[in-house]
Antibody, heavy 120, light 109 residues
Framework: EVLLVQSGAEVKKPGESLRIACQGS????????IGWVRQMPGQGLEWMGI????????TYSPSFRGQVTMAVDMSTSTVYLQWDSLKASDTAMYFC?????????????WGQGTLVTVSS | QSALSQPASVSGSPGQSITISCTGS?????????VSWYQQHPAKAPKLILS???NRPSGVSDRFSGSKSGNTASLTISGLQTADEADYYC??????????FGSGTKVTV
């Protein structure tokens, strides 16, 4: 069974750094792109970008480029999403998902989500 | 990058059929058949229900079907059930080598 398990909820202050995790299991982790999707409170889904664990190749949405960094640790089959300096507007649920199909244009398995709250 | 346009809400009675539209442009839906649809129940992760316009993943009911014409893709749910009450999102690959989601549609049964 394909599983993506995300790290727990976080409460941070503006300006702090943060790294959230997404650990994959039940499949060949290195061979599937992993995407990150943001969902702000009461809002829709936003594609943030994707990373290929095999070689850490990344593609970011123009809206998120420079705002976040994606990274991978192959030794633990974990993909990370990180911020250097959080803003209140980063408050959202963040999902990781496994990409399939052409250019990983579909996400067939999703993590449970990590809620990030940024408040002073 | 603007979201694909979906109606905010669609409603129907049990047993009926409903159709949700997803309108993009000649930079995404209009030139690629890489449209996916997701179902999201409250406080849950999204679930893939269609890929590549009309392909159903294993385990997804055949009551869900998809099509595309020009810059608009559509999701049809037939034999509407109360369990279908959820938010639905489309997505498409784009000419900029990115992915874009739709604005989302709340389905009420």
């Amino acid at each position: 069974e394909v599983l993506l398990v995300q790290s727990g909820a976080e409460v941070k202050k503006p300006g702090e750094s943060l790294r959230i995790a997404c650990q994959g299991s039940g499949y060949s982790f290195s061979k599937y792109w992993i995407g990150w999707v943001r969902q702000m409170p009461g809002q829709g889904l936003e594609w943030m970008g994707i990373i290929y664990p095999g070689d850490s190749d990344t593609t970011y949405s123009p809206s998120f480029r420079g705002q976040v960094t994606m990274a991978v640790d192959m030794s633990t089959s974990t993909v990370y999403l990180q911020w250097d300096s959080l803003k209140a507007s980063d408050t959202a649920m963040y999902f990781c998902a496994r990409g399939v199909g052409f250019w990983s244009s579909s996400f067939d398995s999703w993590g449970q989500g990590t809620l990030v709250t940024v408040s002073s | 990058q603007s979201a694909l346009s979906q109606p905010a809400s669609v409603s129907g009675s049990p047993g009926q059929s409903i159709t949700i539209s997803c309108t993009g442009s000649s930079n995404d839906i209009g030139i690629y058949n890489y449209v996916s649809w997701y179902q999201q129940h409250p406080a849950k992760a999204p679930k893939l229900i269609l890929s590549d316009v009309s392909n159903r993943p294993s385990g997804v009911s055949d009551r869900f079907s998809g099509s595309k014409s020009g810059n608009t893709a559509s999701l049809t749910i037939s034999g509407l059930q109360t369990a279908d009450e959820a938010d639905y999102y489309c997505s498409s690959y784009t000419a900029s080598s990115t992915l874009v989601f739709g604005s989302g549609t709340k389905v009420t049964v």
